[in-house]
């Protein structure tokens, strides 16, 4: 009986064993084959969304809402993503990004930048105790360094100081104390034009409301830059430049100095120089000396600086293309001035004089051909 009873309980156990082994193989199985049900997968994807992916997330609610009230970056990701969803849940296209940056998120997106310093440690966010508003350009010589001291420290520390080298003698200059919060550029024999299209490029200024693109040669005893500021925001001037002290170097009769002013716009000029009252050399018109822009005066005039115009010489005939209206919205001011010192700096004048003069021709040239092309229909702004 013992023995009897013993075999029976273990047949029971083993009977038992093998029901319960095959409940678990086919529960199993069932998931499994759940799994690779599309309905169960979308139901899945619903929702359990996989938590290391917040791309995905936001693919599953845009789709939940059927494309309605949704933020504009949401709805570049939708309509990228549905037909990827499988292959790469990162998938994005914003078209309002700037060109080439389509395929980023627009919080990522930073399309401008500035000459604001960082220092190599500590709080990223304690890097900049002061945003300077103004960016003041000198295209520099070593032996012209006292006469570039000079006009420095007529700009506070709201102007940042960007120094062009044109001889390669930059880390000589630190010797001035306001060196080491200056920026400097250096590439041998070139003039600030060649420097300006390259370095200066509107997206790269654009922290800053006013840019001075000024030459080294140049005289400031009778000029306060915060005085200047006041005057042409006070005349709503997009582009100026202090009035040249008309005793000395050569001045066009528009960049004169008046006394008893604080601003022109127009002069008279010798008979037949001028198209019109209102057209450069009588109006309209700043040299290429000592301009200084507003940030959207320079995005225009940057993108009409040619890449072989290194000198110059004609495009002060046409800054008033950006501005409108330019005899409004050009102007010398009078009450700062300047002494134009005409110190030459680029090597034989005869060889430098032949090359302006192309550049005057080959710039007017183009600048008919354009107008004509845009005019026929056949070239585009």
């Known amino acids: 009986m013992g023995n009897n009873y013993r075999s029976g309980s273990m047949k029971k156990s083993n009977e038992g064993a093998k029901l319960t082994v095959t409940t678990i193989i086919g529960v199993i199985f069932g998931f499994f084959a759940g799994l690779s049900s599309p309905g169960f997968s979308n139901t899945r994807l619903s929702v359990i969304p996989d938590l290391s992916s917040p791309v995905e997330m936001a693919f599953i609610e845009d789709k939940r809402s059927h494309g309605t009230n949704l933020p504009q970056s949401s709805k570049h990701l939708t309509n990228r993503t549905k037909s990827h969803q499988s292959d790469d849940p990162f998938k994005i296209y914003v078209e309002s990004n700037p060109h080439g940056a389509e395929l980023l998120p627009p919080g990522i997106v930073v ?13 990223p966010k304690e890097d900049l105790t002061s945003h300077p508003k103004y960016l003041v350009t000198f295209t520099v010589g070593f032996d012209k360094r006292r006469n570039v001291d000079m006009a420095v420290k007529k700009f506070s520390e709201d102007f940042t100081i960007l120094l062009f080298h044109y ?34 490029h509107p997206d790269v200024v654009a922290a800053y409301d006013y840019v001075f693109v000024w030459d080294d040669d140049i005289g400031v005893e009778h000029f306060d830059a915060e005085k200047y500021i006041h005057l042409i925001k006070k005349h709503d001037l997009e582009i100026s430049q202090p009035g040249v002290d008309p005793k000395r170097g050569f001045a066009w ?19 037949g120089w001028c198209t019109h009252p209102h057209s450069p050399p009588c109006a309209a018109f700043v040299e290429i000396v000592a301009p200084v822009f507003s940030i959207n005066a320079w995005r225009c005039v940057w993108h009409m ?18 501005v409108e209206p330019a005899h409004e919205k050009i102007g010398v001011v009078d009450a700062q001035w300047i002494v134009h010192q005409v110190i030459p700096s680029m090597g034989d004048q005869k060889q430098v004089r032949e090359r302006c003069m192309s550049e005057w021709s080959q710039f007017q040239a183009r600048l008919a051909r354009a107008d004509k092309a845009y005019l026929d229909g056949t070239g585009s702004r």
């Not at 009769?253 to 716009?265: A, F, L, N, P, V």
Request: charged fraction near 35%; include cysteine; charge should be positive.
């Open 111 to 123: 399309p401008e930048t500035d000459f604001y310093l960082r220092r190599l440690w500590g709080n």
């Open 253 to 271: 009769e528009m960049t004169k100095r008046r006394d008893g002013s604080e601003i022109h716009k127009e002069t008279k000029e010798k008979p």
């Open 167 to 200: 001889d390669g003698r930059a880390s000589e200059w630190e010797h001035f104390e306001w060196s080491k919060r200056a920026i400097h550029v250096s590439v041998k024999k070139q003039t600030k034009w060649w420097y300006a299209k390259r370095f200066l």
């Open 305 to 322: 600086i040619q890449n072989d115009l290194v000198h110059g010489w004609g495009l002060d005939f046409a800054f008033g293309r950006c």
